[in-house]
């Protein structure tokens, strides 16, 4: 088992930055891949980005590419999302997740935070 708890959410205005984080506790942080994922008011839950085990595969969706950057810290258990040039389109929640594997589907994460709100004004 692993629990995720995310942080960082809020209001910013378009361009702005974020920073999100999770916070994993439990079974080994280091044994776990781990992506970032959004939903927007009635859409469906989407990849945003993913980091392997060995935290030097990292893995976009398109729409985020160049703008938000994955990282982790295995020493502290948390994994981060740098989220630069913001736009409205980005607004949703947004959540961590676990697997043993790295992966860019919703449906293979086994372990899910939360959530955290991110709302990008115009």
Excluded: H
Excluded at 109 to 118: A, E, K, P, R
């Amino acid at each position: 088992q692993v629990q995720l708890v995310e942080s960082g959410g809020g209001l910013v205005q378009a361009g702005g930055s974020l920073r999100l984080s999770c916070a994993a506790s439990g079974r080994s942080f280091s044994d776990y891949a781990l992506g970032w994922f959004r939903q927007a008011p009635g859409k469906e839950r989407e990849f945003v980005a993913a980091i392997a085990q060995n935290g030097i595969s990292k893995y976009y969706a398109v729409s985020v590419n160049g703008r938000f950057t994955i990282s982790r810290d295995n020493a502290k258990t948390t994994v981060y999302l740098q989220m630069n040039s913001l736009k409205p389109e980005d607004t949703a929640v947004y959540y961590c997740a676990a697997r043993l594997r790295v992966s860019s589907a919703v449906r293979d994460y086994d372990y899910w935070g939360q959530g955290t709100q991110v709302t990008v004004s115009s």
